[in-house]
T-cell receptor, first 114, second 116 residues
């Protein structure tokens, strides 16, 4: 069975600090997809990134970067120079290419203080 | 485009009552799913569907029924509501092309359900 673990329940940083959110997954699938979503205090879910199991290239988008390592089954998310607007709950998610089942981790609440 | 529409946004039920949470999408997405969100538990998959006439159980299916008679609609039925079903429910959809495809979920705005 697949599993997604976000071990960090809550993280608090001061503005301009860098912060890394961890995501570890378990699967026997060879084809799968990994996602990060953001849920700001307003409650909607916002897509951030998708990666498939055959693409281990890291990605950078502005202050956001993602590190995908199949060897450690991890898909970590780093925010550089954090801002107060980054305060939100962040979810890592796994989609099985075999079953179509998409499951989420427990989420990490990030608080960025001014 | 309306995207994913969930109704109602808020609902209060008494234990034992039944109700249906409606979900409709106008993007011709094959894949639809229901999640519940509880504090500290993240989003847990209840049921999902990869196309009309096809449904499957997620992580927490007990107490819920679904059907997918059309591509557009994916209602979630609570047969006999219990206080443990108090939660925020999200419906989501995406395109899906079997083993070769995966796309980004579009979420509804959520439905807050309270069972007394």
């Amino acid at each position: 069975a697949q599993k997604v673990t976000q071990a960090q329940t809550e993280i608090s940083v001061v503005e301009k600090e860098d912060v890394t959110l961890d995501c570890v997954y378990e699967t026997r699938d060879t084809t799968y997809y990994l996602f990060w979503y953001k849920q700001p205090p307003s409650g909607e879910l916002v897509f951030l990134i998708r990666r498939n199991s055959f693409d281990e290239q890291n990605e950078i988008s502005g202050r956001y970067s993602w590190n995908f390592q199949k060897s450690t089954s991890s898909f970590n998310f780093t925010i550089t120079a954090s801002q107060v607007v980054d305060s939100a709950v962040y979810f890592c998610a796994f989609l099985s290419g075999n079953t179509g089942k998409l499951i989420f981790g427990q989420g990490t609440t990030l608080q960025v203080k001014p | 485009n309306a995207g994913v529409t969930q109704t109602p946004k808020f609902q209060v039920l008494k234990t034992g009552q039944s109700m249906t949470l409606q979900c409709a999408q106008d993007m011709n997405h094959e894949y639809m799913s229901w999640y519940r969100q509880d504090p500290g538990m993240g989003l847990r998959l209840i049921h999902y569907s990869v196309g009309a006439g096809i449904t499957d159980q997620g992580e927490v299916p007990n107490g819920y029924n679904v059907s997918r008679s059309t591509t557009e609609d994916f209602p979630l039925r609570l047969l006999s509501a219990a206080p443990s079903q108090t939660s925020v429910y999200f419906c989501a959809s995406s395109s899906w092309t079997g083993s070769g495809g995966a796309n980004v979920l579009t979420f509804g705005a959520g439905s807050r359900l309270t069972v007394l």
